[in-house]
C-alpha cells in the first residue's frame, strides 16, 4: 500500500516552453501532497504544498507564478514548469501523506530544459 | 538555517563494518522519519518514530530518537553493498506537518 506514482519520470524540453508533472496517489486518498527539487548529493527542497481543493502554500523563495500547482482530486496533484529555462534542470519529487505523519514519495522526474 | 544537522554528510566503509548516521536539532519534533534514495528514484520510508527514546529495528538497522525528541540515530550492524544508498532524516514539528530533511548522508559499502 501507499504507492506514489509519478509522470513522466523524464523530459527534455526546450527553453521558453512549459512542462506538467503529474503526481498520484495510486491506493490511497491525499488530500495533502508536496513537491519538492532535489539537485545531485544533494536532499530535498521542500518547493510547496499542494491541498486539495484550494490554493498550494508555496515555501520562500519559490515564484509561484512560474511553478503552477494544482490538486484537482484527491488522487492527483500536478506541477507545471513555465516558460522553463535551464536553471529549471532538476529532479522534481512529490509526495504523498495518506494520514498522520507518514509521507510517501513518488519515483521523480528528471526535467532537463536545453 | 538548517534545523536538522544530519551527520556524516558522506561515508565509505568495507562490507561488515558497522556505521552510525546522527540527526540533531534544537526544535522538539513531533515525529521524525528515516529514507533511503537510490539514485534516480524517489525516498523510500524506512522507520517513523514519535516517542521519545524509542528503539525501532529493521533487520540490520537499529534507529533510535532521543529522549528529548530533538535527535535521531540510525546504526546499521555489518553494513553489506546493498546498504549503498543517500539516507535521509526528516522531522515534523506536528502531525501533518510538512518534512524538514537533513541534509543526508551519502553511503558507500565497498564489497
Known amino acids: 500500500g501507499a504507492v506514489v506514482s509519478q509522470h513522466p519520470s523524464w523530459v527534455i524540453c526546450k527553453s521558453g516552453t512549459s512542462v506538467k508533472i503529474e503526481c498520484r496517489s495510486l491506493?490511497?486518498?491525499?488530500?495533502?501532497m508536496f513537491w519538492y527539487r532535489q539537485f545531485p548529493k544533494q536532499s530535498l527542497m521542500l518547493m510547496a504544498t499542494?491541498?486539495?481543493?484550494?490554493?498550494?502554500?508555496?515555501e520562500q523563495g519559490v515564484e509561484k507564478d512560474k511553478f503552477l500547482i494544482n490538486h484537482a482530486s484527491l488522487t492527483l496533484s500536478t506541477l507545471t514548469v513555465t516558460s522553463a529555462h535551464p536553471e529549471d534542470s532538476s529532479f522534481y519529487i512529490c509526495?504523498?501523506?495518506?494520514?498522520?505523519?507518514?509521507?510517501?514519495f513518488g519515483p521523480g522526474t528528471r526535467l532537463t530544459v536545453t | 538555517t538548517q534545523l536538522l544537522e544530519q551527520s556524516p554528510q558522506f561515508l565509505s566503509i568495507q562490507e561488515g563494518e558497522n556505521l552510525t548516521v546522527y540527526c540533531n536539532s534544537s526544535?522538539?519534533?513531533?515525529?521524525l522519519q528515516w529514507y533511503r534514495q537510490e539514485p534516480g528514484e524517489g525516498p523510500v520510508l524506512l522507520v517513523t518514530v514519535v516517542t521519545g527514546g524509542e528503539v525501532k529495528k529493521l533487520k540490520r538497522l537499529t534507529f533510535q530518537f532521543g529522549d528529548a525528541r530533538k535527535d535521531s540515530s540510525l546504526h546499521i550492524t555489518a553494513a553489506q553493498p546493498g546498504d549503498t544508498g543517500l539516507y535521509l532524516c526528516a522531522g515534523a514539528r506536528n502531525q501533518g506537518g510538512k518534512l524538514i530533511f537533513g541534509q543526508g548522508t551519502e553511503l558507500s559499502v565497498k564489497p
Open positions: 526544535s522538539v519534533f513531533s515525529s
Open positions: 491506493d490511497f486518498q491525499a488530500t495533502t
Open positions: 509526495s504523498a501523506r495518506p494520514r498522520g505523519y507518514e509521507q510517501y
Open positions: 499542494s491541498n486539495e481543493g484550494s490554493k498550494a502554500t508555496y
